[in-house]
């Protein structure tokens, strides 16, 4: 939240959705409703996963371009949100950059994830760019559907490839680097949640007639190494 507060692009609606919390996440939330005033909205009710938590988001914003902050996440500088505005491109329907991840502290680095590679090919083997650096038109959604809440894990990675390979929408990368990841979120907990998220990347893409197998999905683990190794 503080992140978002400091961005110095300020026309942006803040929406936040929290599952019911039994911890004090309602209590933070209303303790910032103040300094956001009339740009933050806010929901606090059962939901069936993270998925259905992130489309009820999509469905309650109004503003023309939609990116995810997960909770845990925060942006890399600033001036993220004033970049990614200023250079997303008229003709492209979705922008997409960089993120790194942080353990504990966030100024301990761990990894880069780059998306500067990225070719709508590469659903194949299952890499996709950082789905916290994904900005999307709206209208898309209402176009060609919103996230798959089936899915547990990659329901990011099915909507991405629907939008890139399925339905050919222009993406284009900016090289920013858009946020700081805390390491142990849904997708990269453990190797139960890899074998998982993979298993659920091999469905999306039957879904949506990509040819892929399980040789080709572990593949993206070298690529994704190597893109953050080179790309940056």
Known sequence: MRSVLSQTYKDIEYIVVDGKSEDDSVDIIRSFEPLFGDRMKWVSEKDSGIYDAMNKGVRMATGDIVGILNSDDIFTSNTVIEQMASQFPPEAGAVYGDVHFVKGSLDKHCRYYSGRIFRPWLVHIGFLPPHPSF???????????????????????????????KHHVVMKYLPIDFVAMRMGGASTRDLRSRLLGAKENLKACKDNGIYTNWLLIALKYPVKFLSGLFFR
Request: charged share 30%; glycine share 4%.
């Open 135 to 165: 900005y999307v038109r709206r209208e898309l959604f209402a176009k060609y559907g919103y996230y798959d809440p089936t899915l547990r894990i990659s329901a990011d990675f099915e909507f991405i490839a629907r939008l890139s390979y």
